[in-house]
């Protein structure tokens, strides 16, 4: 574990030179995340897919485009690290395997994680997207399966101001069919939340 001392832009530096699971990743280590000691809207997320580690934008790809759908930003909001922090679970491509992208390599959080939230804090509401993220942050308060944990999003945000929302991938159509609450209920309150938070 490195010193907190270092100034933010410092940390910063050390994340994208990082290289502790390099030799896993099967197109190399290319840490893609933003953040800013300003930033107000954490999004936790999976790992980049392989678009993002092409382009080292995060979240430039189909998913992207469903989540600021989701939150009701444009890119020039969503890409201003003074208001939206995008920390992964992973900051590396860690590959595809025979049914999407491989889960975010384990060394990452538990390394950079510890160092970076806590500088974070001007943050005023956490989104925590898909199961990985969820589980990182909620840890033993969440349900046994994702649409569990989402489905109790109101406690998990009144008690952490930490919003679950399922991964935006266009995969997860079958998922927004089966359960209509989530663009009926927690949707609107998502978009209230979110603006309020980018305009504190």
Known sequence: MRRMSDSFDALMARIRAC????????LGPRPVLQASPRSRLLIVSQAPGRKVHETGIPFNDPSGDRLRDWLGIDKAAFYDPERVAIVPMGFCFPGTG????????????PQWHPQLLPRLKQVQLTLAIGQYAQAGLLKEARGATLTDTVRDWRRHLDARAILPLPHPSPRNRLWLARNPWFEQDLLP???RRVAAALNA
Do not use: T, V, Y
Not at 19 to 26: D, G, K, M, Q, V
């Open 19 to 26: 290289r502790i699971c390099e030799a896993f990743l099967p």
């Open 189 to 191: 309150e998502l978009q």
């Open 98 to 109: 025979k049914s999407g992208d491989l889960p975010p390599r384990p060394e990452c959080a």
